[in-house]
């Protein structure tokens, strides 16, 4: 079973930057793509980025291009998304997820973790 870990949320105002981790375990983290979801209550949850296995492949969702960026670090078992020029609709419950497969762009995900709450105010 593959376990992920989130971390990096917080309370900011509008224009700020946070950056997220997830940290990842009990298979080899080399070898498989990872996302970042949100989701705020009410509403459905949505994709925000994606990486590849190797790092040099990334989606984004077109609300976050310019402000976000993914990455990852396979020596440390973690990816990040750094998140810059904050909105308020930028808030919400901020999930990672990794799939059964390496393939690239994944067709769906299969692990996620417990989640990092986002909070922007204007």
């Known amino acids: 079973q593959v376990q992920l870990r989130e971390s990096g949320g917080g309370w900011v105002q509008a224009g700020d930057s946070l950056r997220l981790s997830c940290v990842a375990s009990g298979r080899t983290f080399r070898g498989y793509p990872v996302g970042w979801f949100r989701q705020t209550p009410g509403k459905e949850r949505e994709f925000v980025a994606a990486?590849?296995?190797?790092?040099?492949?990334?989606h984004y969702r077109d609300s976050v291009k310019g402000r976000f960026t993914i990455s990852r670090d396979n020596a440390k078992t973690t990816v990040y998304l750094q998140m810059d020029k904050l909105d308020p609709e930028d808030t919400a419950v901020y999930y990672c997820a990794a799939p059964f497969s390496n393939r690239f762009p994944p067709l769906r995900y299969d692990y996620w973790g417990q989640g990092t709450q986002v909070t922007v105010s204007s």
């Open positions: 990486v590849s296995w190797s790092g040099n492949s990334t």
